[in-house]
C-alpha cells in the first residue's frame, strides 16, 4: 500500500508542477540557414526560467545551448525575449530572439532573431558577422 500510495504521490506531484509551468518555443523556417530552435519553460507566475535549450545548426556544426548560457529572459505581457552566448570552436556564438504574440490570435507568435559570431579570442582584430531572421514560436 505504501508503494501505491508514494507513486500515486509523485504523478500527482509531477502533474502540479507540469499545470504550474509556462512553456514556449521558437524557430527559424525549415529551409532558413542558420537553422536555431530555443525552447523553455517558466512558472505560470512568470520570472525565471525553470527550464531551457536551444541549438544553433550553423555550417555544419550543432551548437548546444543550456540554461547556464542564458544572459537574458524576459516573457511578459505577450513578449518573450532571450538572448543566449556561447563560446565552442574558436567563436563565441550569440542569439537573440524577440517575440510577440499576435493580439488578433494568442496562438500566433512571430518575431525576429539576430545571430552574432565573433572570435572568442579578445585579441583577434576579426570582425564579428550578423545574421537576421524571422522565427515562429508556440507558447503553452
Keep these: 500500500m505504501k508503494k501505491i500510495f508514494?507513486?500515486?504521490?509523485?504523478l500527482a506531484l509531477s502533474v502540479a508542477?507540469?499545470?504550474?509551468?509556462?512553456?514556449?518555443s521558437c524557430e527559424t523556417?525549415?529551409?532558413?540557414?542558420?537553422?536555431?530552435?530555443?525552447e523553455g519553460a517558466t512558472p505560470r507566475s512568470g520570472g525565471t526560467l525553470?527550464?531551457?535549450g536551444a541549438v544553433l545548426e550553423i555550417e555544419g556544426r550543432k551548437i548546444e545551448f543550456q540554461q547556464a548560457d542564458v544572459?537574458?529572459?524576459?516573457?511578459v505581457g505577450g513578449v518573450i525575449q532571450v538572448r543566449v552566448s556561447k563560446a565552442a570552436e574558436g567563436q563565441t556564438y550569440t542569439v537573440y530572439v524577440n517575440a510577440k504574440r499576435n493580439p488578433k490570435?494568442?496562438?500566433e507568435w512571430f518575431g525576429t532573431y539576430e545571430l552574432t559570431v565573433a572570435s572568442a579570442d579578445t585579441k583577434t582584430k576579426?570582425?564579428?558577422?550578423k545574421k537576421r531572421g524571422n522565427v515562429k514560436c508556440f507558447v503553452d
Design 29 to 38: 523556417a525549415e529551409n532558413e540557414k542558420p537553422k536555431f530552435v530555443v
Design 50 to 52: 525553470i527550464n531551457f
Design 105 to 107: 490570435d494568442e496562438d
Design 71 to 75: 544572459k537574458r529572459y524576459y516573457g
Design 126 to 129: 576579426t570582425a564579428a558577422t
Design 6 to 10: 508514494s507513486a500515486f504521490a509523485v
Design 17 to 24: 508542477q507540469a499545470q504550474a509551468a509556462a512553456g514556449f
